[in-house]
């Protein structure tokens, strides 16, 4: 994750998969005017849960030009209980009245891709800051199992659905060289402006360790943050955990 200091030849393309030990914390709807399900994992629950999970950080520049692009997918499969739930209709025509409890199985794939380009507006030896814009695109598909209590009784149904959006961001990277091996760098973004979500933001900081030309080590703490509630969807939620990333340059 780790930029290439101004004194590089003046192009530079680096990847950087990565590691990231989130927790979530929010309300999430699985399905379209569903239920909305507050929830609160640390890591730990959340990796209980987890199939699958890549995350890859992906920098380049030229000249000045930069571009930037963070890209995840998460496969998780959660299972627990739900209600008292308000009346709502289940998919078939089944309508459950206010109180009804029972047990949900919900199995999540998320899709998150950030791109971005800018320009470098300072370039020194001790210090380079890029400005960003660029956009921000979200796909999560849930597959549902949901077994309930009705009249003494119990139905269950399965339901999957998925649904995505666009936000537009703009963001800056600053990178300090402490020492000819070490280095600090942060990068932010917000954005939504209810074009897609309401509000999104995320910040990245982490403490670099040079091995060679090539590769590097980081280490720091990543926040993604997401507030969206349209069209029967809710997914207002908050990422967060530190992160421990490879960096190999070209």
Do not use: C
Request: glycine share 14%.
């Amino acid at each position: 994750m780790a930029s290439i200091p101004s004194e590089q030849p003046n192009w530079a393309l680096q990847i950087s998969p990565y590691m990231w030990a989130a927790g979530l914390n929010g309300d999430i709807s699985p399905f379209r005017r569903g239920p909305t399900i507050g929830v609160e994992k640390s890591f730990s629950d959340v990796l209980d849960n987890l199939n699958f999970g890549g995350f890859v950080n992906v920098w380049g520049r030229y000249g000045r030009f930069v571009f930037s692009g963070d890209i995840m997918y998460v496969d998780t499969t959660d299972s627990h209980g739900v209600g008292p739930l308000p009346p709502f209709r289940l998919p078939g025509g089944i309508v459950l009245p206010a109180g009804t409890r029972g047990d949900a199985t919900v199995d999540t794939k998320q899709f998150t891709a950030t791109l971005q380009g800018g320009y470098r507006v300072v370039d020194r030896p001790g210090f380079t800051l890029d400005a960003l814009a660029g956009a921000r695109f979200w796909h999560i598909s849930n597959d549902v199992m949901l077994t309930l209590g009705l009249g003494g009784s119990s139905v269950t149904r399965s339901y999957g659905e998925s649904f995505g959006w666009v936000d537009p961001v703009v963001g800056a990277r600053a990178f300090f060289p402490v020492t000819e091996k070490l280095s600090l760098q942060a990068q932010v973004d917000i954005g939504g402006f209810d074009a897609g979500s309401k509000l999104t933001w995320s910040a990245l900081a982490t403490v670099n360790y040079t091995f060679s030309d090539r590769v590097s080590a980081s280490a720091g703490y990543k926040v993604l943050d997401v507030h969206y509630d349209r069209g029967g969807h809710v997914y207002d939620a908050r990422l967060s955990g530190p992160v421990l990333g490879m960096t190999y340059r070209f």
